[in-house]
């Protein structure tokens, strides 16, 4: 038998430059990849986003659409008075005189019936949806609380003297100032503690690896800009047309999500980056104006007989054209009704910025 001697085999150097061509092959289709790993990176990332941010959208209109009165406060809460009470992170008691001063500007003096008809103050919930858009202090941004305080409305009498006549201002003319009291408040009361609602939505898992910035008013990027779109048409994007956007017809509130890392998104020199998303929280009120929010309750009137007497009540309805109690004094008025034309308002302080807090307080009808 022969041995066949005829057989070949790759030399050293072929290897060598087979493995070198591989290599060229391997090193392009992987310089390839590359970009297509992070176009895929980034549309999981925008994804994921923006399953967060719909979640967030549910949660501010399950939260807002039904109320029957809104009022938004950025960078600072008031007092009855008009005065700042607060900036940024408030304590519980400032917290409180704003949902108080709320009350009595929306329902101060509104009556219901008791079991045995005889008339009572209102009592219900009143809530405020927190949002703090600066750090919370453990490095997480754009933070959304809600709180539920149960209430019972204030009331408000107005004094008579011991004729039965009402006591008229008086004013002192060198200060402009009236010098007598012609007039009791009594402020809704609160429940001890408010309650902290826990919404599955709102979500703390969600704050791992996003931060994000709440912006009152309808946004769009524009060359990597964020600014409020020109509802007004008039050629400039500003605080006009947030106010456009910001009504009872037409809420709006814009929402910059961005990586946790990079921290909150500031508005005024930041610029979208492929890693940011921007989208909007749009939608109307609905029990806002509605005859069945208007029409649920009586408005009384209070009188004191004297600064020392008792306080004498008369209640009428809405319609103006019935009493809801027995007492017939000659000198009982109505009394008009809570100012609706600033049903939804928003107040800002003068130096309010993107990263203040801002609040929503808030009723819903089905919780009176």
């Known amino acids: 038998m022969k041995n066949n001697k005829n057989l070949k085999g790759f030399t050293l150097v072929e290897l060598v430059i087979v493995m070198a061509i591989f290599s060229l092959i391997m090193f392009g289709a992987l310089r390839t990849l590359d970009p297509l790993e992070k176009i895929v990176k980034h549309a999981n990332t925008q994804e994921s986003s923006s399953a967060v941010v719909d979640n967030i959208k549910h ?42 001063s709320f009350l009595k500007r929306y329902y101060e003096d509104r009556v219901t019936g008791n079991s045995s008809g005889s008339p009572v103050p209102l009592t219900g919930k009143v809530r405020m949806l927190k949002v703090k858009n600066d750090d919370d202090g453990t490095g997480n941004y754009g933070i959304v609380d809600e709180y539920e305080w149960t209430f019972t409305a204030g009331t408000s009498y107005q004094r008579i003297d011991d004729t039965g006549k009402r006591v008229e201002p008086v004013i002192d003319p060198a200060t402009g100032k009236q010098t007598n009291v012609t007039e009791f408040h009594t402020p809704a009361s609160l429940d001890a503690s408010k309650t902290k609602l826990t919404r599955s939505v709102i979500n703390k898992g969600y704050y791992d690896n996003y931060a994000f910035t709440f912006i009152p008013g309808y946004c769009e990027s524009v060359a990597g800009n964020v600014q409020y779109v020109d509802i007004n048409s008039d050629g400039t994007s500003d605080n006009s047309d947030k106010e456009l956007s910001t009504t009872s017809a037409f809420f709006s509130m814009s929402v910059v999500v961005n990586p946790k890392d990079e921290g909150a998104f500031d508005m005024s020199s930041d610029k979208m980056g492929a890693s940011y998303m921007l989208s909007s929280i749009n939608f109307s009120f609905v029990n806002i104006n509605s005859a069945f929010v208007t029409n649920k309750f009586y408005y009384p009137v209070y009188y004191k007989e004297t600064e020392s007497g008792a306080i004498s009540t008369d209640h009428y309805d809405n319609t103006e054209t019935g009493t809801f109690g027995e007492d017939g004094h000659d000198d009982y008025a109505y009394k008009s009704l809570p100012n609706r034309a600033t049903i939804f308002n928003e107040v800002a302080s003068t130096d309010a910025n993107y990263s203040d807090c801002i609040y929503f307080i808030y009723t819903l009808p089905d919780q009176m």
């Not at 659409?65 to 809104?70: I, K, P, S, T």
């Not at 960078?75 to 005065?83: M, N, V």
């Open 59 to 100: 949660y501010f209109e399950d939260s807002l659409r039904y109320a029957e009165h809104v009022e938004v406060y950025r960078g600072a809460l008031i007092d009855e008075d008009g005065d700042s009470i607060a900036v940024d992170d408030s304590s519980t008691a400032d917290e409180e005189i704003a949902v108080k």
